[in-house]
């Protein structure tokens, strides 16, 4: 079974940088897709980076000069690396994880995603 803890949210001021980081349990044995999910209030789930099992990546239109999204060979921790940030980007950020070693079309489709962990709060001050 896999678990998926996340930690590193936070307020930042505009401009500012932020560290997300994503434990993720059970995933060393079978192929997934991992990422990162964000819901701001009001609107629906999109999601922002995804990082597909031999390391393909996948950004979201609206963010891709602004992130990084990692992950470490044992597939174990998922990083995402937040930069630039605007009030925009104030949401509640999610990890995640579906079977399957491609993360193709996955930005568009979350109900696809399996596993999910807590959210995070990003607050973006102007």
């Known amino acids: 079974e896999v678990q998926v803890v996340v930690s590193g949210g936070d307020s930042v001021q505009a401009g500012g940088s932020l560290r997300l980081s994503c434990a993720v349990s059970?995933?060393?044995?079978?192929?997934?897709?991992l990422g990162w999910f964000r819901q701001a209030p009001g609107k629906e789930r999109e999601g922002v980076a995804l990082?597909?099992?031999?390391?393909?990546?996948y950004y979201a239109p609206s963010v891709k000069d602004r992130v990084a999204i990692s992950k470490d060979s044992a597939k174990t921790f998922v990083n995402l690396q937040l930069s630039s940030l605007t009030p925009q980007d104030t949401a509640t950020y999610y990890c995640?994880?579906?079977?399957?070693?491609?993360?193709?079309?996955?930005?568009?489709?979350?109900?696809?995603?399996?596993?999910w962990g807590q959210g995070t709060q990003v607050t973006v001050s102007a």
């Open positions: 059970g995933s060393s044995y079978g192929e997934y897709c």
């Open positions: 990082i597909g099992n031999y390391g393909e990546v």
């Open positions: 995640a994880a579906r079977s399957g070693p491609s993360c193709y079309k996955g930005l568009g489709n979350f109900p696809s995603f399996g596993y």
